[in-house]
């Protein structure tokens, strides 16, 4: 079964400070691979995807990711966090299926405090 | 477009009871999962349904069941209510076609209280 794993449980930043959240994945086959956030008080949103090509992605509110097939890492970055970044954000992998759709599995989530 | 739409918001129940939870997906989605969200066990995936078809399942007893409508709403039932069944339960709509995945779109879920 596949299993997805966010090393960083609670991560507290100041504002303006760099941010890189690990995921790694354990599934050798094909993936989709996902980040969703969720602030506080509010349901889960997409943050970015990787479905295939440049493994280098790019979301909303400046956050990007990269696919780094070799180590099943998937790694979120942000250059500079503000304050209302401070929310909860999970890796998510959908491996391929026999019948196709939709079967994600999450990680634990990491907890983002950003400090004024 | 609208967003995912999960009715009830809150619910609370008794042991033994058995709850449905409805969900309407985004318009033009024929793919919907759900899930549950618990502080000990994360997020974790229940089924999802295609085309009136349940398409994959996770690992949950026979207790949790759903199913799917012509107009792609679905509901998810839980019979025999346990303590720890006490979730936020979240529905997901997709634009996965029949053979594909794509990314999903999740409600504001519908928060089970089983006392």
């Known amino acids: 079964a596949q299993s997805v794993s966010q090393h960083n449980h609670h991560v507290i930043l100041s504002e303006a400070a760099s941010l890189e959240l690990g995921c790694n994945y354990s599934?050798?086959?094909?993936?989709?691979l996902f980040w969703y956030v969720q602030y506080p008080g509010q349901h889960l949103q997409l943050l970015l995807k990787?479905?295939?090509?440049?493994?280098l992605v790019k979301g909303i509110k400046g956050f990007e990711a990269e696919f780094i097939k070799s180590k099943f890492s998937f790694n979120l970055r942000k250059p500079s966090v503000q304050w209302s970044d401070t929310a909860e954000y999970f890796c998510a992998v959908n491996a391929k299926l026999t019948g196709g759709g939709n079967k994600l599995t999450f990680g634990t989530g990491t907890q983002l405090k950003v400090e004024l | 477009k609208a967003g995912v739409t999960q009715t009830p918001r809150y619910l609370i129940k008794t042991r033994g009871q058995q709850v449905t939870l409805s969900c309407s997906p985004i318009s033009g989605h024929r793919s919907v999962s759900w899930y549950q969200q618990t502080p000990g066990q994360g997020l974790q995936f229940l089924f999802e349904?295609?085309?009136?078809?349940?398409?994959n399942k996770g690992n949950f007893p026979g207790r949790f069941s759903g199913r799917q409508f012509s107009n792609s709403r679905s509901e998810m039932n839980v019979s025999t209510l346990e303590l720890g069944d006490s979730a936020l339960y979240l529905c997901?709509?997709?634009?996965?076609?029949?053979?594909?995945?794509?990314?999903?779109?999740f409600g504001p879920g519908t928060r089970l209280t089983v006392l």
């Open positions: 990787y479905f295939s090509g440049d493994p």
């Open positions: 599934y050798g086959g094909t993936v989709n």
């Open positions: 349904y295609f085309s009136e078809t349940q398409r």
């Open positions: 997901a709509s997709s634009p996965a076609g029949a053979s594909g995945s794509r990314e999903q779109f």
